[in-house]
């Protein structure tokens, strides 16, 4: 299995709604990571865990809160999302900093 | 943060090579650097990396200027599922922070 698996594809949420990405892979990496992209922008980086660990926050506000259960599992659960935050949330792993990452077809959310 | 200044966009025809410069100044030298693409609605999918010597896969070959402050992605023969987002990316040194710049549309056209 050479794939990170994103689920749900599509997500429409209201704004008092909490609800959770789900992201997968079965490769044996060692990192995962979330990402955000808005229309016609570059991924911007949320989250890092490595060895299942939480490593880097890049300030995201708390109504996003990243779990990562075991190895091969990461969440993201929302809470209180507002219309800005509509994006494609990615996923993505990594075996080693050297290596290159491997990502998910990503999470298509909306908030109304 | 090492950044990376790429052309916004380029046009290539079906068949022809495409390359992709990238331009990475302040880059350290333990920093490698990466490419990736973007086909529409798809997630990032990864093409190449390299720190000094210039590397091939089968999908692309980079070039990397001896001074390391620049690069060329090149895609031999360029067909139409190559056109996407392509982007040039230096990896933060010993974090696992991989930040991407602005990307340049490949438009490639029969």
């Known amino acids: 299995d050479t794939e990170v698996t994103q689920t749900p594809k599509h997500l429409v949420m209201g704004m008092t709604n909490k609800k959770s990405l789900k992201c997968e892979q079965h490769m044996g990496h060692r990192a995962m990571y979330w990402y955000k992209q808005k229309a016609k922008k570059p991924p911007e980086l949320m989250f890092v865990?490595?060895?299942?660990?939480?490593?880097i926050n890049e300030s995201v506000p708390s109504r996003f809160s990243p779990e990562c259960p075991n190895s091969s599992l990461l969440n993201l659960h929302l809470h209180a999302l507002q219309p800005e935050d509509s994006a494609l949330y990615l996923c993505?792993?990594?075996?080693?900093?050297?290596?290159?990452?491997?990502f998910g077809s990503g999470t298509r959310l909306t908030v109304v | 943060d090492a950044k990376t200044t790429q052309p916004p966009s380029m046009d290539c025809a079906e068949g022809r090579a495409a390359n992709l410069p990238c331009n990475h100044s302040t880059i350290s030298g333990n920093e490698y650097v990466y490419w990736y693409r973007q086909i529409h609605s798809q997630g990032p999918q990864y093409i190449i990396h390299g720190l000094k010597n210039n590397e091939t896969n089968e999908m692309a070959s980079l070039i990397i200027t001896e001074d390391r402050k620049s690069s060329t992605l090149i895609l031999p023969h360029a067909t139409l599922r190559d056109t996407a987002v392509y982007y040039c990316i230096v990896r933060v040194e010993v974090t696992d922070k991989l930040i991407f710049g602005t990307g340049t549309r490949l438009q490639v056209f029969p």
């Open positions: 993505a792993s990594s075996q080693d900093r050297n290596y290159g990452y491997t």
């Open positions: 865990y490595s060895y299942e660990k939480l490593s």
